[in-house]
């Protein structure tokens, strides 16, 4: 155990407590939330972030107000490497923050810190080392020229700007990514930091939460107007019980609420740092107006989401990997840890810590229109749907979980931003942390830092140079695929070639069924507007046109459910197979795309609907092939099949790129 001297954390507290009062007697407030918020930050950003103690103290606690001169004397840490614990001790107050793989820290409030530690799940472990594929699906960046018509020279000192500590306050721009078209074109990290280390992001996990939300509608499990499932609103005649998601997202419940951060007593420290269970803490507010009339900004209410969201699952480990297995693993965001409170229910107001290029990949996602690889993740409409202003947000500032920048209606000149156009949207958190994404721009920027006055740093500013020194590419293209699977060489496989599983978990079994429950959304979305002759077109030299493509994939996933059924209702049947060639020659390969579109997912729908009820011995369940001589299992047909879907949307979505549709 190592045990370090230190002044604590409580500059979100300082204006309300003069130096001299705590000096001689800390209120308990301070030293509990203060003593909180320290185990916390530094817990997460040693076990998660990798950083030094050292660092921490030279830049989150450095002593920049009076109060933390004052506090330093009173506080002292203790880190215990073997028990991956940190302990933080203020006056007689004693916080711990746990760390779990994939779960990062948790204070350990209401619970001895060695339960905390045996509440784990399977999550997989953070590999630091670059994924060899192209960007986004991987790491590595193109060698090539930057595109016509970008100022590199300019970009890269629009960025180099946000990192000036020349003011009289220190900004302490962390790390800054600039995604362009699909392509990192430009990022730059200060000293101690790089491209592999996780950073918190604070209340930009609200956006993810929004994600986490629509992927539930996807799966059918909610809607956005229905009520959300909060227990303690179930009581006869309680108003609460009628919140949907929807007014909740928009932040406008009408639950009582304030959004201090200065008062150590208030809402948002108590629940951060002080209780063990911060969707509950939220949920406990009485409701002070009628929803859907007031918008009032609430972290309390996202974690009533969080908590919402916990209902949806019968166990408490699905709930934990949902996030990683639904949307982190799907996208790309490996470094990503959603960490959840001593109930285990998620603090997704706060607590979120991914690279400045996974925080990239999700606004890509975003940008896609949440599609990703030709898989839809989000559902569709949902993009457009959290963008729109909700009708209680004064001047068009927020969406469902989204910062917006519409303006008043029909006067889009009085936006929040008149710098930058309408269409962006913005993810923002504590001390100036931010996710812009620009879709009529094609531009995604990510800047993380530790800027403890926000007016120090002006954000809108640096996304407006970069933007300034981008040209804007066509406006007409709706699908962007580039986004999803650059710099690929052999356009008959796009997402590369099937590579066959050696080793099957539950956790891939149940990613291949999304994938196959996605495609209908996802083909219907890469054809949607598409005129007869753009149907018409070969998807390649020689390749099956749009409209065939379309028709095989109705063909073939028809044959791949019956034979599901074959192999689950006979011993090793025989099947008959069939040449794709010729039937995609046949007469019905040209009628239009909507038959088979309703024919895809009708199959689909009953086809997840028997996966999803099998148990694993089932899926060791086989059918022989005449014509390969060989037996295949169900594993070998899901995974083949949710490649052979991502296959072919590709091949649509990689056309209208090329082709600018």
Known sequence: MRTFL?????????????????????????????????????????????????????????????????????????VDEAARALTVHAGGVQRTAVFRPGLGCTLALGIEPEDLARQTVPLPAYDRAPDPRPWPAGDALPHEPWPEGVDAKALRAAVDDAFADDGPRPVRTRAVVVVFDGRLLYERYAEGFDAT???????????????????????????????????????????????????????????????????????????????????????????????????????????????????????????????????????????????????????????????ARDWARFGLLYLGDGVWQGERILPEGFVEESTTPAPAAPRGRYGLHWWLNAGPPGHP??????????????????QGQTLVVIPSRRLVVVRLGCTKNERDFDAHAMVAASSRRCREPRASRAFPSRLMHPMQTDPRYPIGPFDPPTTVTPELRAGWIDAIRATPDALRASVAGLSDAQLDTPYRDGGWTVRQVVHHLADSHLHAYCRTKYALTEERPAVKAYDENTWAALPDSSLPVAPSLALLGGVHERWVAVLASLRAEDFARAWFHPERGKTFDLDFLLALYAWHGRHHVAHVTELRARRGW
């Open 6 to 78: 230190w002044a604590a954390g409580v500059a979100a507290f300082a204006p309300l407590v003069p130096a001299q009062s705590v000096a001689a007697s800390p209120p308990i407030a301070l030293l509990e939330t203060g003593a909180g918020y320290a185990a916390k930050v530094i817990g997460s950003a040693v076990f998660v972030s990798g950083r030094s103690v050292a660092s921490v103290l030279a830049e989150e606690f450095a002593p920049d107000t009076p109060i933390e001169a004052a506090l330093r004397p009173l506080l002292r840490v203790e």
């Open 197 to 355: 280390m996780p950073l918190p992001g604070w209340s930009m996990a609200k956006s993810v939460v929004g994600a986490l939300v629509g992927i539930r509608v996807r799966q059918g499990v909610i809607a956005l107007d229905d009520p959300v499932p909060i227990a303690a609103w179930k009581g006869e005649g309680d108003p609460r019980a009628a919140l949907t998601w929807r007014v909740l997202l928009q932040m406008s419940s009408g639950l009582a609420w304030q959004e201090s951060y200065v008062d150590p007593a208030g809402d948002v420290p108590r629940m951060l740092f002080a209780e063990p269970a911060a969707g509950d803490f939220a949920a406990a507010r009485p409701l002070q107006v009628e929803p859907g009339t007031r918008y009032r900004y609430s972290s309390g209410t996202t974690n009533v989401l969080c908590r919402a969201l916990r209902a949806t699952f019968e166990e408490g480990a699905d709930y934990l990997t949902f996030p990683s297995r639904e949307l982190f693993a799907r996208i790309g965001m490996r470094s990503a840890v959603l960490e959840p409170d001593a109930s285990g229910v998620f603090v997704g107001s706060s607590f979120l810590l991914a690279t």
């Open 413 to 430: 000149e009085q936006r929040a931003a008149p710098g930058l156009p309408a269409d962006m949207f913005a993810a923002n958190g504590f």
